[in-house]
Structure formats: structure tokens, C-alpha cells
């Protein structure tokens, strides 16, 4: 008989805020109870982690239940849970077991009587069952989630409201802000499809573009993303493409406070993307981007773009882009984000010669290291 490999990944997802220690138990003591029953035509299971912290908690449990030596084998001994589930490695909870009954109107038993001859400290682990879970259960865990086709029905009628009003920003010519907002749960699905496949693939012709990198630190340590305006040409990218490149290089970032700067210097907004997609990229990159943004830093704004940004502001996030700072000079800049701390195109203190006069500072051409004026 032909073997196989298996790859499964976390299915349990953050957005459920189920605990991901607890969870991690379940699925990998499932896949053991899994083997034990079809090990003979199963070769390999690879366990697919997108995150550091999973991937420690899987390390860490891994050895529990596939000890390879005698020291793992003591170790997971003393180390399991004394639950480990029924056969199939399910945790075993009372309250599913209303759903599967025949009759449900059929009265209910009566509370279940500890024993007396039992002691008075087991006395707890008679009705133990599954109430010990709540102690690692978040309340937003518990609460009511409404049922799926419930959810989708309310989308398809904001969308139908939606298409039925007076679509202000595409009146004003900032297009179409598309579908209806999404929920934690879908874009975090969202976020993760992307990530997933922005990691699979070789994104090095848009780095090569230069429209989004890393810079250094901003003036209190927190990391900085670049942005230049100008080497973003519509015609010649592939914004699909662009947009996995941007969640990838966002991700080690967004993960605690971090900063934008972005150099509007030579840009052009005449083949800007609309507000519909500047909307689709903050439901890709994630609700976590938006907590943990400090500023964005605009260098070298123009009247157009500040009407765009306050578009975005009135029609998209309000919160996200009410960080944008505005700044008209690369000295003003410097304040917030050390000069050796950014890798700036030539073109843009070409710019800020020519818009500013090139008042109070002076640009060395070797080291473009920028100087007060004497």
C-alpha cells in the first residue's frame, strides 16, 4: 500500500481566543491517537506553525506525546496532563453531548452525588469534568458567536445597502471603497492566507523596486518602515504581488510599537490606487499594524495627497490615519527619525533644495550626511 505525508497547520485561529497552549494538547494528542491507527500507511506529518509562538509551544509539547528516547519518555511520564481524552484524543465535555441526543425533550437526570465513602479533598473531582476548563478559557472565548450563515446573510445585505447609497468617495474621484467591513475573524483568515503565500514565494523583484524597506530606529527605538512615493508605478507593478510583499515586510514589525516614514518627494498621484484598495490592504495586513502604529511620517506632502489622506481619514480608518504627521522639511524630519537611521534617494534631497532653497542646511554630495548652515 502507497504511504503519504500529511502537513496540517493551527486550525484553532487567534481571533477564537481559545488558549493556544491547551489547543496545541489537542491537536497534536489527536494526530498520535491518529498514527496508532493507521500507521502503516502514513510516512510522515509535518506540523505547520506561522508564528514563534506556536512554533515553541509545539517543540515543547511535541516530546510528550513522540518521546524518542528513554529521557523524553520519563520526562513526557511525569510531564502529561492526566487528561489526554477519549480514544480519539478529543477532550471529552459533558454539555456536546446535549446536541447529539435523540429525544431532547427527555427530563433531565439529577445532579450527580459525590459518593460518601469518597474523601472530603476528592469530593471536587466528582463534578470536575470539563468545568476545569474554564480556568484557561477567555470570556470572548464564551461568548455568543453568531451562526455562520447568519453572519454571511448580514455581509450580503451591507453590501446590497452599500451599492445602493450615494457612494461619496467614488463622487469625489477616490473610487470605490468595495464590500462591507470584515470581522476580527476574517481578517485575521485574510491576514494569515497572505502571510502563508507571501512566504512561499519569491517576492525579490518588488524589493528590488525599492518602494517599501526597512530603515533603522526613530528617536525613542522603535523600528522604522520606509515608503517612497516615487518608485511606485502602477503600470509597471503587480499590486498583488506588491501587496504580499508589503505583509511580509510588515510582519516582524507590526508585532510592537513601530513607525512610517514616508517620502511623497517627485511623486505623483495621478495612477494612484483607490480607496477600495487602500481599504483591502489594512484588512490583509491586520488589525495588529493599526494597534501598533506610532506614526507616519510624511515628507514633502502636496494639497492632493493631504485630500487623499483625509479621505482616508472621513471613509476608511479614522484611527490609523489621524497618525499622520506632516512635515515639510528633512530637518523637521531628522527630529523625529535620526539621519543615520534612513536610507533616503538621492532625488529627495534634490527635492528639498528645491522646494525649501536649501535654508539652514547644507547636503554633503559624498555622504549625503545633511548640515545647519553656519
Not at 251 to 268: C, D, G, M, N
Amino acid at each position: 500500500m502507497l504511504e503519504c505525508s500529511i502537513a496540517m497547520g493551527c486550525i484553532y485561529t487567534e481571533a477564537k481566543n481559545y488558549p493556544r497552549e491547551p489547543a496545541a494538547h489537542v491537536a497534536i494528542r489527536t494526530v498520535r491517537r491518529f498514527l496508532e491507527k493507521q500507521k502503516d500507511k502514513i510516512k510522515a506529518v509535518v506540523f505547520c506553525t506561522i508564528t514563534s509562538v506556536d512554533t515553541e509551544i509545539y517543540k515543547r509539547l511535541l516530546p510528550l506525546y513522540f518521546p524518542r528516547d528513554k529521557h523524553e519518555e520519563g520526562v513526557a511520564i511525569s510531564k502529561l496532563p492526566a487528561d489526554v481524552g477519549d480514544e480519539n484524543g478529543e477532550t471529552i465535555i459533558d454539555e456536546r453531548k446535549i446536541r447529539i441526543k435523540p429525544l431532547p425533550k427527555k427530563p433531565a437526570s439529577k445532579p450527580a452525588q459525590a459518593p460518601e465513602d469518597l474523601p472530603v479533598s476528592n469530593i471536587g473531582l466528582v463534578r470536575r469534568n470539563s468545568s476545569y476548563l474554564d480556568s484557561y478559557l477567555d470570556p470572548a472565548f464564551m461568548s455568543l458567536i453568531k451562526d455562520p450563515d447568519q453572519r454571511r446573510m448580514e455581509q450580503w445585505e451591507k453590501t446590497a445597502q452599500a451599492r445602493s447609497r450615494w457612494n461619496c468617495a467614488k463622487m469625489l474621484g477616490f473610487g470605490d471603497l468595495g464590500g462591507p467591513p470584515l470581522s476580527a475573524a476574517e481578517e485575521y483568515s485574510l491576514h494569515c492566507r497572505y502571510l502563508t503565500k507571501a512566504n512561499s514565494l519569491n517576492l525579490s523583484e518588488i524589493a528590488e523596486m525599492k518602494i517599501v524597506y526597512r530603515g533603522g530606529v526613530d528617536s525613542e527605538g522603535r523600528p522604522v518602515l520606509v515608503v517612497v512615493g516615487a518608485h511606485f508605478l502602477l503600470r509597471c507593478l503587480d499590486l498583488e504581488r506588491f501587496v504580499m510583499y508589503m505583509v511580509k515586510e510588515f510582519e516582524p514589525l507590526i508585532q510592537k510599537p513601530y513607525t512610517v516614514v514616508y517620502f511623497h518627494s517627485a511623486a505623483s498621484l495621478q495612477l494612484q490606487p483607490d480607496l477600495g484598495w487602500m481599504r483591502r490592504l489594512q484588512q490583509i495586513l491586520g488589525r495588529k499594524h493599526q494597534r501598533n502604529l506610532h506614526a507616519i511620517y510624511v515628507l514633502h506632502p502636496t494639497f492632493h495627497l493631504k485630500a487623499a489622506i483625509f479621505a482616508l481619514q472621513l471613509f476608511v480608518d479614522n484611527v490609523t490615519w489621524k497618525k499622520v504627521v506632516y512635515v515639510d522639511r528633512l530637518l523637521q524630519l531628522f527630529r523625529y527619525v535620526p539621519r543615520e537611521q534612513l536610507t533616503i534617494p538621492d532625488f529627495v534631497f534634490q527635492h528639498d533644495l528645491e522646494v525649501n532653497g536649501g535654508k539652514g542646511l547644507i547636503v554633503d554630495p559624498r555622504t549625503k550626511y545633511v548640515y545647519h548652515r553656519p
